[in-house]
């Protein structure tokens, strides 16, 4: 009776991949319970439209990070050797730097239309269009620093740094709260990036991080060598990317602000999983298959016991949200959220099965299958956009229109995935 129990224990207790997801999903977990905990009262001191002008700006750094460093910040974990990974991260500086720069002087010259475009509240100052760039610049060396930590293995050090940005960053948002500033959630964001960037700085210096290393002939080494991520995953990336946070613009530009904040709640809300344990198993998957790849070793074991976690998890975020729905949002974050929880109801299964395929995405990059993945990132972003057909819609039926386009993208991708990994263990096994 005690064998499936033991066959489990024994799959998990074994599994490196796991017990190294288990420490960034600690670490994260309190990092993101840190916000998490703080929304019903920021929830209660912030109108949703000041929620939703924040979604639209977290949205906008977010699809201008996936640009800012041309993705060579992806493939610092892969060298075998620390120079050549060393000069790649320098290399993603200097890029960001440049992009970032480029993007602050077009925002600087056309504010007024921006605004108008994005449907922005008329009170909205001009002046903080500055901040997407200067966001966009921090959190992309954030994770260019990080990638050098997560190629050393420092996972305990990744978590600390991501407590510490969350704690600035709710400290800030509370007090800034308190104190009634106007838009205080955009700065609140600023203060805990600045805080994260210092932190993981100082955390790769300390774990060998040496920029003396980084020369004019080897950047342009590694800028030739790495050159199939800007050439064949930018474009996909930066439209995949979109596909994820263009939503949120769409319902602020045809709908209103206020419906974009919750949205934005029930997105928040609804991304937790992908929030406590997607982002840190990407992480870990990306660097211990990638090592087993290089090796030609079988990583399937590996794998089995976080598909099992990942799958239970999905499936009681579903039963919460439909079982539980209204009566959640309006318990925890006040009445005037009880539209976020009608709108959870309607998204829950996208969210589910775009947390699956999440957890497992990065071993399109570790497998050096970029171009298939690339394929799919098109055929997503076409669909996303395809929303613009139904903007005239009621919110509601808008909703079930882009959740439908999310379940049949992903099942693909899912299916995408299993049939790489099939292929590349049963070559193993004929070999």
């Known amino acids: 009776m005690n064998k499936p129990y033991t066959y489990f224990s024994n799959l998990f207790l074994r599994s490196e991949l796991l017990r190294s997801a288990t420490v960034l999903i600690s670490g994260t977990l309190i990092a993101q319970l840190i916000s998490i905990l703080l929304q019903p009262l920021l929830r209660r001191l912030f109108t949703p439209e000041a929620f939703g002008v924040y979604s639209v700006y977290l949205s906008l750094v977010g699809i201008i990070v996936i640009a800012s460093a041309l993705r060579y910040d992806d493939a610092i974990v892969l060298p075998k050797h620390d120079k050549e990974s060393t000069n790649l991260l320098g290399l993603s500086l200097i890029i960001n730097i440049i992009i970032n720069t480029s993007i602050l002087i077009i925002l600087l010259s056309a504010r007024d239309s921006v605004i108008a475009f994005l449907n922005l509240p008329e009170n909205f100052p001009a002046s903080l269009l500055v ?16 990638a ?6 420092k996972y305990v050090a990744i978590s600390v740094n991501k407590l510490i940005r969350r704690s600035m960053e709710g400290a800030s948002q509370v007090g800034l709260a308190l104190l009634k500033i106007p838009n205080g959630l955009i700065y609140s964001d600023m203060i805990g990036q600045t805080a994260n960037v210092a932190t993981v700085a100082v955390q790769s210096r300390r774990n060998g991080l040496n920029l003396k290393l980084v020369s004019y002939t080897k950047l342009k080494y590694v800028f030739h060598k790495y050159s199939e991520f800007p050439k064949y ?34 997105k928040l809300v609804l991304s937790i999983p992908l929030a406590f344990v997607a982002a ?8 211990k298959v990638s090592e087993k790849f290089n090796k030609r ?13 990942v799958g239970l998890i999905a499936a009681a975020e579903i039963l919460l949200i439909l079982l539980f729905g209204e009566d959640l949002f309006r318990i925890v974050f006040g009445r ?7 709108i959870s109801r309607i998204m ?8 699956i395929v999440a957890s497992f995405s990065t071993i399109f990059v570790a497998m050096r299958r970029i171009k298939t993945y690339s394929i799919w990132q098109f055929c997503y972003f076409l669909a996303i956009i395809s929303l613009v057909f139904f903007k005239h819609l009621p919110l509601d039926d808008f909703l079930r229109t882009y959740v439908l386009i999310e379940v049949i993208c992903y099942l693909f991708a899912a299916l995408m995935l299993t049939a790489i990994i099939y292929r590349y263990e049963s070559g193993l096994k004929s070999s």
Do not use: H
Not at 280 to 287: E, K, P
Not at 336 to 342: C, P, V
């Open 148 to 153: 050098w930590l997560i190629r050393r293995k």
């Open 233 to 266: 995953n930018l474009v996909p990336a930066l439209m995949s990317t979109c596909s994820w946070l263009l939503p949120p613009i769409f319902i602020n530009k045809y709908f209103s602000p206020e419906s974009a904040g919750f949205f934005d709640l029930s």
């Open 131 to 146: 901040l997407i760039p200067v966001g966009a610049f921090l959190f992309t060396m954030y994770g260019s620093l990080n």
């Open 348 to 355: 829950v299964w996208s969210f589910a099965i775009n947390f």
């Open 336 to 342: 005037q959220w009880i539209n976020s929880g009608a």
């Open 280 to 287: 840190s198993l990407t992480n870990v998957i990306l660097q």
């Open 297 to 309: 070793e079988s990583f399937i074991m590996d794998l089995k016991p976080v598909v099992i976690i």
